[in-house]
């Protein structure tokens, strides 16, 4: 770019693509990204359009129809305990994994970001203030503190987003107050405050370019995490009730089958393994197109 | 002094920075880095005040001082006669009217701003509007030699450093200050840019009227551009003098070591010795007396029990002023003159 308008002096105002322009540029070159988007995107859409999708109708059981093999007639990807077709119900059940999956991270990157944040630039006590607090919560295994919020505040979809946000909030913040305290002691941040801008100003103008990008990456990578807890929940009869399609359920009431039919009992555990590597993947090549400059 | 006695537009009175060292479990430890120690100094309006010493002698912690980036332990900045950050002269009108460039020049510039819109940020923060501003920031960048139509949508990974060093002083000029510190602020471009920027600072000045406060351990760059020059040793003011007067008959010690590691145009005049020997000494510990006595190759025994009288130092546009026993009458250093008759009375 540099060389371009070097030896071709280019009259007209050259307004050049920037940062994010720089990273979509490598990005795109990058084949891993392709097709962990693709991935995603095909998860989206089923999680979007899984009713219209779907062959059969995910409730519909049948007790003649039992834990059908894979390939059987009419049951493509075989059926459960209930005899309801297990490729509808992991379409349609998509929709919940992604949604249980998702919201605790975008809540936890929002609240997390903030405290963060406020906590590095601020600096001193009131981040050791902060920072200490959160410290606490990671006394427990994320996994045991999900259980034991969701199991002290009750079952269902609502409690487990919540316990599953309250989890991810310690790890966000760590990292956004890590990046803030090191853009804080930049000098162009010590030039802001030279030109009389107040910490406001500075956070606005200065710092939130400059940390958004990297605490949103290591957000993307919690997806998975999140989609696992959340299926362990469901898994746990803390989270999504039957007979709500929902993968980590799935998993759970298919267990007992696992002696019958292996393969079908694996389907949902596949999914979820599928989807967290498609965001981990993901995640790994945003990080990687932002890292070299 | 001979000068005719003009106002100081920046006073520095006594400052001090203490950086306090952590304590240990046991509470041992626990000192403090001097930094800065008891520096006195004023900047008459339109000179330039070079200040020049070793590395850790405190220059850029003075810059850092003078620009209220860090609270001074004891002392006060007094700008036009008004103590910074009294009712009078709030801390936001002081930075309006001083500003500093930075030594690295692509560490103080946002990476994610264009530079047109980092030179037009802080006349927004002042309440100019965003049109406005960014008007400023081209006919600035005109000023400093970048073509805008070019150069205004870039980033800063986009530019050399001696351009991204230019936008950094378009920056700075955008608030239209009197005064600019410039923190050694040509010391990392290669010796054909630093002669462009240093030319360009000299222009400038002249254009918009402006004082400069340039630090750096470059002796000819301070020589070639300052018109007093303030020498610094372990946080104290050595020296201070008109730049002619200071680089021709330098009268302390260490000025006269600082200036004979100068590399000589002339084959004559080479260096044959190490001026110095060591480093300086620690200063979370300083020697006591002159700090300097311990490397002094004058030093006497009073050296290490007297402190040197900074009277002379702090006088406005005084033309040579040292810190040094052998210059004090009566000081009883075997080099010194004797104390005149009123003195001694």
Known sequence: ?293 | MQAPVQKPLLSVQGLVKHFPLKKDVLGRGGGVVRAVDDVNFQVLPGETLGVVGESGCGKSTTARLLMQLIEPTAGEVLFDGAKVGSRDLPLKEYRRQVQMVFQDSYASLNPRLTIEDSIAFGPQVHGVSGGVAVARARSLLAKVGLEPTRFAGRYPHELSGGQRQRVNIARALALQPRIVILDEAVSALDKSVEAQVLNLLLDLKDEFGLTYVFISHDLHVVRFISDRVMVMYLGEVAEVGAAETLFETPRHPYTKALLSSMPSMDPDRRTLVAPLAGDPPNPINPPGGCRFHPRCPKAEAVCGQVVPSRKALALPGVTQGVACLIHEPGSGHTLAALPTAQEAA
């Open chain 1, 1 to 293: 770019m540099n060389t371009a308008t070097a030896t071709l002096p280019v009259e007209k105002p050259a307004k050049s693509r920037g940062y994010w322009g720089n990273v979509g540029a490598r990005v795109v070159r990058d084949p891993v990204f392709w097709v962990a988007a693709s991935v995603v995107l095909a998860l989206l859409a089923m999680a979007l359009f899984g009713p219209w999708i779907a062959p059969a109708d995910p409730q519909a059981s049948s007790m003649l129809s039992r834990l059908k093999p894979i390939g059987t007639d009419g049951y493509p990807l075989g059926s459960d305990e209930l005899g309801r077709d297990m490729l509808s119900r992991l379409i349609v059940g998509a929709r919940l994994s992604l949604f249980m999956g998702i919201t605790p991270v975008i809540l936890a990157f929002c609240i997390g970001s903030a405290i963060g944040i406020l906590a590095g630039y601020a600096g001193g006590f009131t981040n050791t203030a902060i920072m200490r607090t959160i410290d606490v919560f990671y006394a427990f295994p994320s996994v045991l503190l999900a259980i034991a919020l969701s199991g002290a505040l009750g079952a269902g979809i609502g409690n487990a987003l919540l316990s599953l946000t309250i989890v991810f909030i310690p790890p966000i913040a760590r990292v956004a107050e890590s990046v803030t305290t090191q853009v804080r002691n930049r000098d162009y941040v010590e030039a802001a405050r030279a030109s009389g801008a107040n910490a406001f100003t500075i956070v606005r103008v200065h710092v939130l370019g400059n940390v958004l990008g990297p605490i949103f990456v290591y957000a993307t990578s919690l997806i998975a995490v999140s989609m696992i807890l959340a299926s362990g929940l469901s898994f746990l009869g803390l989270g999504v009730k039957p007979p709500e399609p929902e993968w980590g359920l799935m998993l759970n009431t298919l267990r007992t089958a696992i002696y019958v039919q292996p393969w079908v009992a694996a389907l949902p555990g596949a999914m979820i393994f599928i989807t967290s590597i498609a965001f981990n993947l993901l995640s790994d090549s945003l990080r990687a197109a932002m890292d070299n400059k």
